[in-house]
Structures are given as structure tokens and as C-alpha cells.
């Protein structure tokens, strides 16, 4: 925002304890290593006198490099050494100057997500009464943000049937009307099924991560077929990241709706995907596309093509989340994600609250920038490693 100053910028790196271990094709961890940015802004308050906000980003990167080349330890090094010098040297006071300020930085779009979110939420906090950023991301995109959106739960590989049907009922008695499970090769079709027949309703996805691309597009079909009876909302990235040509082949013989996610790590990514047909759904996860306003425009250009769309999460902590939130507001996101209550992975967050509301939906943070209440105690409490840096 005009007239402010970039002050500082905190690097914090967190391991916070999961509620019980995470088990995907794309990595498994029980302590959720995860990087944060503190950002503190020297600016204006609505009555016009001198005001300091702070603000708060979460790299969603995983705690190695298992979902994308991105991870916790990387993503300390490239912001430590050249992320924030790029800033401070910039002192930006919009996104674009953030942007281009870190744009000589080829890729690590987890890390700089991570910098325009504390940026835009100190912004946020000092425009006029403060602004939530669901309202700031919704008035780029020309709509109302809406106040809740349903919530969804991602739920890890589970080779034990009686053990995965016991975690989905109480996901479903708690209130959840959308589930997705991670599937491998010879844990797929059995276990969606056994899902499907006990609960008719369920709006019920499958996320591969990739685990078929060995097989090509025809061992794929052939392993899949099975989830074509099962009213399933998408299949999510079953081949290669760079397969967009066999995730095309795959969704024109494939009679359930592929989506892809690990494969878009651009938007001219997405681009050349809606083009090729190789998805009708997209997983928009902010962090892998470079940021939430990227994740913009990642969103008009699925409109535009009339694919659907849903929010998708990296295990993050209360912070991301409460970004997430805000960007699951803009209409369009008819698809519930993989934004879940504060229960679902941390025993204890360290942003908050988001409980779980009747009907399934969680409560869009209306309070200025992301809304969330930050739990400094428990982040000092979990806080491996800090670094601040002063302009
Ligand atoms: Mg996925």
C-alpha cells in the first residue's frame, strides 16, 4: 500500500506435532516442519497517524521434498538468501513490487507464496479499518466472497479396510460431506468402494499423486476402470507431473472427471492442460502456482474454460488455511477441498479457530487480512529456528 514501509521480516520455522501421522504418495511426516514469514510495515491508520501492522504467510511446502521439489529446509535457505534481501532492497508497497522484486528467483513458488501472503496481510490490516482478504481476493475477481464454504478432509493411504471405514464414519459424523482418499496401485478401487456402498452420498474424490505412471495411460485405465461405477467427483493426478498428454489420452477414455494438481505448477501450465483436455477439474493450491494472486489468475482462466474448481491444502497450519479460506470464498469454488477444522491435523494450531459448522461448512475469516487469530505462544513454544532481519 502507498507510504508504508517495509520494516522487517521474521523467518520462523516451526515443527508442530500432527494429530496422527500423514501417509500420502506424496510424502509421509508425523511433525508438520513448516516455514513462516513475519512481516512488520511501517504505514498510515485509517485516522491518518503513524501505525505499525504485522503480518503472516506459511510456505506450504511439505517437510522434504516429496510433493514437488520444494521443502521446509530448501525453502529456508532461498529465503534467508536471497528472498528477503530481494525485498528489503525493494521495500515494496504492492504485490507487483513484491513480484517483481523476487521474480529474479527462478521457481520456489511455495517460498515466495509464503512472503506475499505476510505481506498482503499486513497491507490488508492497515487499509482503512482493515480489509479481510477474502474481500480484497474477491474484489480482483469482481464478486462477494461468500461467508462459509463447505469443508472437506483428505484422508492418507490406509491399508487396513476396517481401520479407513472407521476414520471416514467419523469424518461423516462429524459433519463432513466430502472425503478424499489417497489411492496407490492395489489400494484403490476396493476401498472407494467399500466407501461408496456405505455411504451413498458422500461426495467422494481419489487422489493418486502420480502412483500410476508406470503403467502409461493403458496400465491406468486398466486399474482404474473399477472407479468409473462410483460416482466419484474427480481423479486427481494419476499419472507423471509433466504427462499432460497422457492425462489427456486418460480423461477421454476415463468416464470419471480427471483433475489435476502435482502437473500444474503454473498457470501457462494450466493453460496448455485446459487446451489439451487433459483435466475438466482443477485443484487451485495457491502455493504451488507461486501465490494467491497467481492462483487469480488461475481461477479466471478455468472460468473462462468452465472447469471446476476446488481449494487445495498441503497439510498447513491455521495461517495457510486462513489463506485458503479466503480464497475458497469466491464463488466459482463449487467443489468442496481439502480445507478441514482446526481438529483435523494438529492436536494444537497456531492460528485459528476454524471449527466445523452445521452443515459442513467452515466460517470465512472476516476479520482484517487473514482474520485468523495467530497463537504466538504456541508457535514460540514449537519454534525450532528464527531469524528477523531489519530494514
Ligand atoms: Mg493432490
Redesign the pocket.
Known amino acids: 500500500m502507498s507510504g508504508s514501509r517495509l520494516a522487517g521480516l521474521e523467518l520462523v520455522r516451526v515443527s508442530l506435532p500432527l494429530a496422527e501421522p500423514w501417509d500420502s504418495g ?1 510424502g509421509s511426516f508425523a511433525v508438520r516442519d513448516s516455514l513462516l514469514v513475519r512481516a512488520v510495515v511501517h504505514g498510515l491508520g485509517s485516522d491518518g497517524r503513524a501505525a505499525v501492522a504485522e503480518g503472516w504467510g506459511e510456505c506450504p511446502a511439505l517437510p522434504a521434498p516429496t510433493y514437488n521439489s520444494e521443502y521446509t529446509a530448501g525453502a529456508v535457505a532461498v529465503s534467508s538468501t536471497f528472498l528477503v534481501p530481494a525485498l528489503l532492497r525493494a521495500q515494496p508497497a504492492s504485490w507487483a513490487q513484491a513480484a517483481s522484486a523476487m521474480a529474479a528467483v527462478r521457481g520456489h513458488s511455495m517460498a515466495k507464496t509464503a512472503f506475499e501472503m505476510a505481506l498482503v496481510d499486513a497491507w490488508l490490516r492497515l487499509e482503512g479499518d482493515g480489509v479481510p482478504m477474502a474481500r480484497y481476493l474477491a474484489r480482483q475477481a469482481s464478486t462477494e466472497p461468500r461467508r462459509t464454504v463447505p469443508a472437506g478432509v ?1 484422508v492418507g493411504l490406509c491399508r487396513d479396510l476396517g481401520k479407513l471405514l472407521a476414520q471416514v464414519g467419523d469424518y461423516v459424523d462429524a459433519g463432513y460431506g466430502r472425503v478424499k482418499l489417497k489411492i496407490e496401485p492395489g489400494h484403490d478401487v476396493a476401498p472407494l468402494r467399500a466407501v461408496r456402498e456405505r455411504w451413498p452420498h458422500l461426495v467422494l474424490f481419489a ?1 493418486a ?1 502420480g502412483a500410476y505412471a508406470a503403467g502409461g495411460v493403458e496400465g491406468a485405465f486398466e486399474q482404474l476402470c473399477g472407479l468409473q461405477e462410483l460416482d466419484l467427483a474427480c481423479l ?2 494419476p499419472l507423471a507431473d509433466d504427462d499432460l498428454v497422457g492425462h489427456s489420452a486418460l480423461a477421454r477414455k476415463l468416464a470419471v472427471p480427471v483433475c489435476l ?2 502437473a500444474l505448477s503454473s498457470v501457462g501450465a494450466l493453460d496448455a492442460a485446459l487446451q489439451m483436455g487433459a483435466c475438466s477439474v482443477v ?1 487451485i ?1 495457491a502455493g504451488r502456482f507461486g501465490g494467491y494472486h497467481e492462483a487469480l489468475r488461475a481461477y479466471r482462466a478455468c472460468r473462462a474454460k468452465g472447469a471446476r474448481i476446488w481449494c ?1 491444502g498441503m497439510v498447513e497450519t491455521g495461517i495457510g488455511r486462513a489463506a485458503n479460506l479466503a480464497l475458497a470464498a469466491l464463488s466459482g469454488f463449487d467443489l468442496a477441498g ?1 480445507i478441514s477444522a482446526s481438529g483435523r491435523f494438529f492436536a494444537e494450531d497456531i492460528a485459528g479457530p476454524f471449527p466445523l459448522l452445521p452443515g459442513g461448512t467452515i466460517a470465512v475469516p472476516d476479520g482484517p487480512g487473514l482474520g485468523a487469530q495467530i497463537y504466538t505462544e504456541v508457535i514460540d513454544r514449537h519454534c525450532a529456528w528464527r531469524k528477523w532481519w531489519a530494514t
Open positions: 506424496a483428505a487422489d499423486n486427481e493426478q494438481d502435482e485443484n493450491k487445495g481439502d
